[in-house]
């Protein structure tokens, strides 16, 4: 079934969501504990492993992996903090730039 999702071009390796939740310290857990909205743990690991997901998934995990930072900060870093959207996240989306520089890094513990 793997080799089927890599033939058809859905599976798209490893996302900047990994590499940013890593940054920022959080797990699979964290998202799916925190979200507002129904999000499960095998939803997570496939949006992270690269497996290709609908719009509709990928903005339902930027919201939890925003809001999980969010509860992480202090008031003043809530001012300056820019939220992820799904182009900043997932290098399959349409306006992914490569090229693009987290404006968050210095707020990363």
């Given amino acids: 079934m793997e080799e ?11 996302q900047p969501l990994d590499e940013l939740m890593k940054r920022w310290h959080l797990t699979n857990h964290d998202l799916v504990e925190i ?10 690991q496939k949006a992270r492993q690269g497996r290709q997901l609908t719009l509709k998934m990928m903005q339902k995990v930027c919201r ?3 809001v999980a ?12 903090y820019f939220e992820y959207m799904h182009k900043h996240v997932f290098s399959y989306a ?11 890094m210095d707020m990363m513990a």
Avoid: C, F
Wanted: without cysteine.
């Fill in 94 to 104: 349409k306006g992914y730039d490569p090229a693009w520089k987290d404006p968050n």
């Fill in 4 to 14: 089927e999702a890599t033939e058809t071009g859905r599976n798209h390796g490893e």
């Fill in 64 to 66: 939890a992996l925003n």
């Fill in 35 to 44: 979200s507002p909205e129904q999000l499960t743990h095998k939803q997570v």
């Fill in 69 to 80: 930072i969010w509860e992480r900060l202090t008031p003043m870093q809530k001012e300056q």
